[in-house]
């Protein structure tokens, strides 16, 4: 996605450990128009699927996600970090380590909300090593359902992420591929 890829030149922070700042467009304030198009770019590659559901996790997935739910005319389900008084149903969980935050969550869903008769899509905003879409993987495994596959809006190449998905049989679609950080630089794939 041309628009995106120099939106991550243009407005991208490279800030310490190899971390990406996008608070102008993805993290903070949000471009509506570019999730728009981000959630399209996610329909047309998996518009054959039968995809019946959209998982991420909050807070940054939502944005992109929702988008690809509008599109898809299914519903947009996020992992919650934290059990909320109000969710007393039975839930799945599952163990979600944060590379930006060094820190691991506890993330549910409501049984509710996911069975053995839907098809996946997992979306998240970045891809680093992997931890967040194989936790939300790892909650479709244990609702019985299938996954059509893993749609990222920043993969950042360099780590293990895209590798440890793809050694779990998944199909990743990411949209911006970044090849380094290096020297607060941000260099694309094939760049
Ligand atoms: P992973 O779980 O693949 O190691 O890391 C992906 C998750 O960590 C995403 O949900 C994202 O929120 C966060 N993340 C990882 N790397 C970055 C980054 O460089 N920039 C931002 N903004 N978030 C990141």
Known sequence: MELLQQK??????????????????LNHQIDAKLMHEIGKTFYETYKDENVTKILTIEASGIAPAIMAALHFDVPCLFAKKAQ?????????????HSYTKNK????????????????????DDFLANGEAALGLYDLVDQAGASCAGVGIVV??????????????????????RIASLDNNQVTLVGE
Not at 8 to 25: A, C, Q
């Open 8 to 25: 991550v030149k243009e407005d991208g922070v490279v800030i310490d450990g190899g971390i990406l700042k996008v608070d102008s467009f």
């Open 84 to 96: 909320p008084s109000t969710l007393t149903e039975e839930v799945y969980q599952t163990d979600i």
């Open 104 to 123: 691991t969550n506890h993330v549910i869903i409501s049984k509710k909300f996911l069975n053995e008769n839907d098809r996946v899509l997992i979306i």
């Open 155 to 176: 993969e950042k190449s360099f780590q293990k992420g895209y590798q440890r998905l793809i050694d779990k049989g998944l199909s990743v679609t990411s949209l911006c």
